[in-house]
């Protein structure tokens, strides 16, 4: 259990960090300008802790071995389901979708050379580290645990109204944009349930982010960051 939960555990410390810096700053406690400093290097740190513990329970998790995809229809399948994700993601950016103002996040704050680097961890995190953190998370443990404490005793891909609606909705209220999110859980629950594995959840999931990555770097609308 806790080598699925301790890296998601992690990740959001680390946002619970930079919440409670901004408050600091809202308060007058510390300088405004740890805000922005927090915003631009809160996420390589974060991003190096999640991947170690990652790294550091990857025996423990049987999910991730064996053979990945049932073929290329799979893999064509889980890459079809990233790309409409990130099509649908960035028309539902409505104000009553929303939790709160959205922030953004421009590593060319820092510089040019410094923003280079920024912009290569936060494409490597979040293709590379969060859609594993959060797949392992809520397609790997919550959603069977919500059918069985003894998680894994049951089948990825296994069915029921409880585990189906708890993770849309709990994995919708993690974003920015709720509905959004609500949008991507249940695309990505579909996808477990078809394919009964969790790499075609991760691919899907990293194919949305590096979407939403080239369309952040394309538009220079950091606000989807």
Same mark, same amino acid.
């Given at each position: 259990?806790i ?52 790294v ?32 649908a ?29 920024l ?8 293709t ?40 849309v ?6 974003h &920015?944009?709720?509905l ?7 695309a ?16 899907? &999931? ?5 979407a939403?990555?080239? &369309? ?10």
């Amino acid at each position: 259990m806790i080598a699925r939960i301790l890296p998601f555990a992690a990740y959001m410390a680390f946002i619970a960090l930079s919440a409670g810096i901004s408050w600091l700053a809202g308060a007058g406690v510390v300088s405004s300008a740890w805000i922005e400093k927090a915003d631009l290097w809160l996420y390589p740190a974060k991003t190096a802790v999640v991947l170690g513990v990652l790294v550091f329970f990857w025996p423990r998790l049987g999910e991730l071995k064996g053979k990945p995809f049932g073929g290329a229809g799979e893999i064509a399948l889980s890459v079809a389901v990233g790309v409409l994700v990130y099509i649908a993601w960035v028309r539902m950016d409505w104000p009553w979708a929303m939790q709160g103002a959205a922030a953004g996040y421009d590593p060319f704050k820092a510089g040019e050379t410094a923003g280079l680097v920024l912009a290569g961890v936060r494409i490597f995190g979040a293709t590379a580290v969060v859609p594993v953190m959060e797949e392992l998370f809520w397609r790997s443990f919550l959603i069977r645990y919500l059918v069985s404490p003894r998680f894994e005793s049951v089948r990825l891909g296994t069915f029921t109204p409880l585990s189906f609606g708890a993770t849309v909705v709990l994995f919708g209220l993690e974003h &920015h944009l709720w509905l959004a999110g609500m949008m991507a859980g249940v695309a990505y629950n579909l996808l477990l349930y078809r394919t009964g594995r969790l790499w075609p959840c991760i691919t899907a &999931h990293a194919v949305t982010n590096l979407a939403l990555a080239v &369309h952040v770097l394309v538009t220079g609308e950091w606000k989807w960051w």
